[in-house]
Structures are given as C-alpha cells and as structure tokens.
C-alpha cells in the first residue's frame, strides 16, 4: 500500500459526505490579534500566577482556529521525572512548535499527574488526557490503567492549574473496536465522567477507529455523548477495506489522535495487506501528505481537523517516533500549523535531541 491509497482511507472522512457545523466560540476568536492572546496560541506566555477560574471564560483558543498539526501523543508508562517531563515538553513545544501533547498510557506514581501538569504549564502545553480501560468502563471500580480512577479524577479536580493545561479527557482507547463494552453503556460512562469533571469544565471524548463506529449502525448515542470526535488514523493496518467507506454525519470539531505510519513493524504492529511498506521514508511520507491536504483539513466546517504525530519518541511506540530509539531526528518533520507557517521552522533549524531518556 503506498500513501496515496492510504489518503483513500482518509479523505472520505472528512471530505466524503461529511456534515459539519461550526462549535460554539468558548474562547478567543480567529482575529490575529486574539489568536495570540488566547492558551495555547504560539506566542502565548502563562501568567505568573494561577488565574482566577473567572478567566476560563476567555482562556482557550476558539477550536475553530486549531487545525493542522497541533502535537505528540506522549507514552506515559515509564513514569518520568519531573525534570525528564519538562525537557521533553520544552522541546515539542519550542523545537516542533507543538500546542498539544496527548498523554498515552498509564503512571501509578504518586504525584506523577501533578508533574505533567507543572511540565504542561511550565511549557505552555495543553493536555488530552487518554484514560485507557482495558475491560469495564466502570469509574467507581476500575482501574482503567490507574491505581485508582477516582485519585486520578480527584487530582484534575484538585490541582489548580489542572483546568488551564487540560483540553480534553479522551475516555478509552477503542473501546467500541475493542467490544470493552456495548456502545450505550459507554455512552452512559461517558457521561457520568463529564458530570465528574463538570466542576472544572474539562471536555470528554472516547478516542476510537471510524470502524469502531461504524460496525455499530454509527453508534450515534456515543456521538451525541462525546464532546468532540477523536479518530484513530492508522492506515497501515488497513485491509483496504471499507473502514472509511461509509461517512457519517459528523457534528463537532474533529481531531485524529492516533494518528501515523510505523518505520519497522513489531509484535503489536504487524500489516494485514502484503503491500504495506513500513520504513523511514513511508513513515515521513505519511506527515508530508497530511500537511499537502491541509487546505483539506482546514475547510472542514466547524474549525477544520487537527491532528497529532503518533508518537514522540521510538521508545515509547516502536517505530511510530519522531525521533528514533538513540534520540536522534529521524527525519525532517515540519509540518504546518493554523498559525505558523512550515518555513518557520527550517530543516537546518531540526536539532538532534541526544538522549533516548524521552
């Protein structure tokens, strides 16, 4: 499978009888003025002391300007540090231009959310937070990848500077793919984890493959339920199947999260098609064809789809990183933002990052 067929696994998503509407304006707007005056625009500098809540009113940038690429998704298991957290988050954020990274994964280290977040905020970074669960979506009782669901909900309710860094809590990985649970039931646990996190305005989404969906007469219960949609884009793995056939009316702003080409294959990552290649080439030539649709992107209606790179780091996903498993930039990846231009960052500028700690 070469990109090209990959993109007919794409494009029929957001281009194929989709129907959007524009999200209501929670924040700033697309003004070029505002656009840097509002979390996470480019320019924008955190204050030096923890806002009022009052400010959340006009904190966020309008989800209508976020298109384009906007981050990593992050491996979390391996517990970082602090001071490990904050030179990697330095670097998506300074080095890539990223706005968003979204954390993957699961850390049962006391204290650790509460570092992502300093990290987060120290760097100007927004997180999508992805609960994974890996059988019940049950709050009160399970695990989902945490010691304790409730510690984890208690610590975004509780650090003050939680609410500022935190755009989303994306609630399962594939659940619907995976047949964790029926999709009205996950509708339901959805919603009650928005009641949970009502009282500091934070989002939730399920992260899921269009199949997931779509195997499910739409699962429209699930839709309704979620506050934007997240879609997994792994082309690789396709059958060339009808996967992404069949749109659906789509009416919130969309993101694909999961989102790349792999360089080497794995246990975990393996082809159902005897023609997909998986190298360093096809893995760059995936990110140079979403930003050659990014005009694409940008003119879906209700703000365009953003997407981020899947992932930061070889070690943290073997062969879905930007940088390899030594450190080391494995190709020139500058791809356009909806407010910097690729010429922002030069390939001369593309810095090896030494150290495989991240």
């Known amino acids: ?18 129907k959007t509407v524009a999200l209501p304006a929670k ?56 001071d490990q957290l904050r030179a990697a988050f330095h670097d998506i954020r300074n080095h890539f231009r990223s706005r968003y990274v979204r954390l993957r994964g699961a850390c049962d280290r006391d204290g650790f959310y509460d570092d992502i977040v300093e990290a987060a905020w120290e760097n100007s970074l927004v997180g999508f937070f992805l609960l994974i ?39 399962g990985s594939e659940p619907l793919f995976d047949n964790v649970l029926p999709h009205k039931e996950l509708a339901k646990q959805v919603a009650q984890a928005k009641t949970n996190l009502s009282s500091v305005g934070i989002p939730v989404t399920v992260s899921e493959l269009a199949f997931g969906y779509q195997e499910r007469d739409g699962a429209q219960d699930v839709l ?11 082309p690789y793995l396709s059958q060339q199947a009808s996967t992404a056939r069949n ?7 969309m993101y694909f999260d999961e989102n790349g ?19 360093v080439p096809n893995e760059h030539d995936y990110y140079v064809l979403l930003d050659q649709h990014c005009e694409d992107l940008k ?27 030594s450190g080391n930039s494995k190709f020139p990846f500058n791809p356009r933002t909806s407010q910097v231009p690729a010429s922002f960052i030069g390939v001369k500028d593309m810095q090896v990052l030494n150290t495989g700690n991240f």
């Open 261 to 279: 080409w792999p360089s080497v294959t794995s246990e975990g990552v393996q082809p159902h098609s005897p023609d997909a290649v998986a190298d």
């Open 133 to 171: 669960c890996a059988s019940s979506l049950d709050l009160m009782v399970t695990t989902c990848g945490l010691a304790d669901a409730t510690d984890y909900f208690a610590s975004l309710n509780s650090n003050r500077k939680a609410k500022f860094v935190t755009r989303v809590l994306q609630f």
């Open 1 to 18: 499978m070469n990109l090209w067929q990959a993109a007919v696994l794409l494009l029929p998503i957001i281009l194929g009888s989709v």
């Open 27 to 82: 924040g700033h707007s697309d003004d070029a003025a505002a656009a840097q005056q509002c979390f996470p625009a480019l320019n924008f500098r955190m204050p030096a002391n923890i806002p009022p809540d009052s400010a959340l009113t006009h904190w966020w940038c309008d989800p209508a300007t976020e298109h384009a690429f906007l981050g990593f998704s992050y491996e979390v298991t391996a517990c970082h540090s602090l």
């Open 247 to 253: 749109a659906w009316p789509l009416e919130k702003k």
């Open 299 to 325: 003119a879906v209606v209700g703000g365009g789809v953003g997407w981020f790179a899947h992932i930061y780091n070889d070690n943290q996903e073997l062969g879905y990183g930007i940088y390899d498993q």
């Open 224 to 234: 309704d339920a979620v506050d934007s949609i997240n879609i997994h884009m792994l």
